[in-house]
Structures are given as C-alpha cells and as structure tokens.
C-alpha cells in the first residue's frame, strides 16, 4: 500500500501513484488537485485506472482547483468522473468557497449526480450560506421517491473543511465534518437507494448550485464506512496537505 511521506521534498508526482487509502474496501477514485485540473483529473485509485473529463475550464490554484460556472442553467468548470452511482458508497472531500451564497448560482456543489425532474435521482454533497454543508439523496418509495436531506456543522464554508458523505442501501445516509470533530448528521431508512444513470462529477452537479468550489481532494469508496474508518482513511490525506500547502482541514 502506498503512503505519503509527509517529510519527502520530493516531487509528490511519484509518491502518489497507486496511493491507496487506508480503507477496508479499496477506492473507485483517488483524486488530489494540488498539481492543477488536468493532473488532479488522473484517478489514483490505482496505476492503471482510468482518468476522468474536464468539461470546461477549472481554474488551478496553489494546492486546489476551484470550480463551478456561477450558472445553474448552464454547468460547467466541473470534472465528470466514470464512475457509476452506487447503492452504498462514501464521498470523502475536502473543500472550502470563495462563493457569497447569495443564491443557486453562488452556492457551491462539491460532488454528487443529483437531478430533478419527473424522475429525482441520485446523491449530492453541497455548501449553503446557513454556515454548514448538507447532502441530499433519493430513496426508492413504492412507486415514488423520497428525498433525504441531512446537514453537519456550523463552519465558516470560506475555510477549508473535511467531509465524509455516507451512503448505504437499508440504512440511510450520514454526514460527517472532520474538521469540527463533533459535527454530523444523519437520517435512518429502510429504502432502497433510487440510483442515477449518470457518472458521478466533482465540483458541479446536473441539476443543483453552480457556486465556485475550491477542492483539494475527493475520494470515492464503494462501501459505507463508518466515522472512525473514514477518519482513518482521510488522516494522510490531511496531514500532506497541511504540511505541503498549509491546507488545514
């Protein structure tokens, strides 16, 4: 299993091919943005995994990308994953906005496939201007669909926070904030996740705020892991960011 070291000055390039995190269920997607969009668009998850589209043109910053296209009717400066939604899994994120939150087009999503219309489907992770970040999902109802919402924290979203977003088929979903140590949330369900046709994207969803994000990194894990797992998993994770480009999440 390859690791950071946290003291190498060495290019990261090389260190972090085949990164694997320390998860029980090995990742679908390993993504950094601290060498820019088009590097950070390379999936880690293993040597040979295939890389994700960059629609648009996200800007690269000093250790992030920041996305978004501030126009929910035309999405844009996002990265569009291959990676096909899932009755369990777990977002792991690390994010901040520059965004003023005034509404839909300045109110950041950080990852998820979520659309509307006569057939709600999907999972998002996203920033609103209340201080905290909420998720949303659909569960299968009989013939019709419920919508879970659930919220963690009461962080400044100008800062950078680390969340884990969990998903699991029979048991609901929970949201945990890292960074403000007691800070999650959650909605229990016996349903069935209602899942979505589409990929999953990072930094913009089909149907859903299109404020700027600023994101480190994400990570996709096919499985629910637990806080403590998902705590576990992100420690690297954190520590490399903070020491390479004070990044303290």
């Not at 905290?132 to 659909?138: I, K, L, Q």
């Not at 879970?148 to 400044?156: E, F, N, P, R, Y």
């Not at 929970?174 to 369900?189: I, P």
């Not at 016996?190 to 480190?216: M, T």
Request: proline share 4%.
């Amino acid at each position: 299993m390859a690791q950071i070291n946290y003291s190498d000055d060495a290019d990261y390039s090389d260190a972090r091919e085949g990164f694997i995190l320390n998860s029980p269920v090995l990742p679908s997607l390993i993504h950094f943005f601290d060498q820019g969009a088009v590097e950070g668009a390379r999936n880690l998850a293993s040597i040979d995994a295939a890389g994700s589209a960059i629609v648009g043109a996200p800007i690269d910053q000093v250790g992030f990308v920041r996305f978004g296209s501030q126009n929910q009717a035309s999405p844009s400066k996002f990265v569009q994953t291959e990676i096909a939604d899932a009755a369990s899994v777990t977002f792991l994120v690390i994010a901040k906005s520059p965004d003023s939150f005034a509404d839909g087009d300045h109110k950041p999503s950080l990852i998820g496939n979520f659309a509307t219309g006569d057939a709600h489907q999907g999972i998002s992770l996203v920033m609103d201007n209340d201080g905290g970040s909420f998720a949303y999902a659909e569960f299968q109802n009989g013939g019709a669909a419920q919508l879970l919402t659930i919220t963690a924290g009461s962080q400044d979203n100008s800062e950078w926070t680390a969340f884990a977003l969990v998903v699991d088929a029979g048991i609901g979903m929970r949201l945990y904030n890292y960074t403000e140590a007691n800070a999650d949330s959650g909605v229990n369900t016996a349903l069935p996740r209602r899942l979505a046709s589409r990929p999953l994207w990072i930094g913009a969803v089909p149907a859903g705020f299109a404020g700027l994000a600023d994101i480190a990194f994400v990570a996709i894990i096919p499985a629910a892991l637990t806080r403590v797992q998902g705590e576990t998993a992100f420690a690297p994770v954190r520590a490399y960011l903070a020491e390479k480009f004070g990044i303290t999440a």
